[in-house]
């Protein structure tokens, strides 16, 4: 099945620093991906939408210049959190579309811890 | 805008017995799908099931199957022979069709705990 691979796993950083997180996917052309953020126990909220080769548009406040989000290839897809505060702590997920197939696969998501 | 609504914030069941998640959404679209995700402690995404709301059949995998209510908007997910690895956090979710969309919209979950 396909696959989507989603790195790092895990991140700590301190306040003030920025974070890249990366989602590739690894056999399949992703014309799309989405990226969602969960707290503990909590569902996923979409975040934003992310087609390659144009601007992500981005759900109703969710902050565009704090998370960045580039899809510069049919496989990778970047959000990167800058200027990190404790807030920001989540777990980030990742999925992708594509292959002409109505089906979206998840990354393994992305704990943030910010110090 | 789509809401996906999950009652249940949390639900137990023994295991090799019979466990029903309850689900409902609000659409006013006719196009759309609805999914049944868990998520164990792992925290990977995982497809149980899939409903596209053109099909009156009720969708079936294995042990898991739905009960779909398209007039009253509901769709639960039935555990049959429920196991213990099917401990986990379990969310209903919603798609608008077409394909130019395909982002999910998510109830809140329901965490579901297996006794031996």
């Known amino acids: 099945g396909a696959v989507v691979s989603q790195h790092p796993s895990w991140v700590i950083c301190k306040s003030g620093t920025s974070v890249k997180i990366e989602c590739r996917s690894l056999?399949?052309?992703?014309?799309?991906m989405f990226w969602y953020r969960q707290f503990p126990k909590q569902s996923l909220m979409l975040m934003a939408t992310?087609?390659?080769?144009?601007?992500?548009?981005?759900e109703q406040g969710v902050e565009k210049d704090k998370f960045l989000i580039n899809h510069a290839s049919l496989t990778l897809s970047t959000l990167t959190v800058t200027s990190a505060h404790p807030e920001d702590s989540s777990f980030y997920i990742c999925?992708?579309?594509?292959?002409?197939?109505?089906?979206?696969?998840f990354g393994s998501g992305t704990q943030l811890s910010v110090l | 805008a789509q809401t996906v609504t999950q009652s249940q914030p949390e639900m137990s069941v023994q295991e090799a017995e019979t466990v029903t998640l309850s689900c409902t959404y609000d659409?006013?679209?006719?196009?759309?799908?609805l999914f049944w995700y868990k998520q164990p402690p792992s925290r990977q995404m995982i497809l149980v099931i899939r409903?596209?709301?053109?099909?009156?059949q009720n969708a079936t995998e294995n042990r898991f199957s739905v009960n779909f209510q398209k007039a009253a908007k509901s769709f639960s997910l039935k555990i049959s022979d429920s196991q213990l690895g099917d401990a986990a956090m379990y969310f209903c979710?919603?798609?608008?069709?077409?394909?130019?969309?395909?982002?999910?919209?998510f109830g809140q979950g329901t965490i579901l705990t297996v006794h031996p």
């Open positions: 999925s992708a579309r594509g292959g002409g197939d109505e089906k979206l696969f």
């Open positions: 056999d399949f052309q992703a014309t799309t």
């Open positions: 992310s087609n390659e080769g144009s601007k992500a548009t981005y």
């Open positions: 659409t006013s679209e006719s196009d759309y799908y």
């Open positions: 409903q596209e709301a053109y099909k009156q």
């Open positions: 979710a919603y798609r608008r069709g077409g394909t130019s969309y395909g982002k999910l919209t």
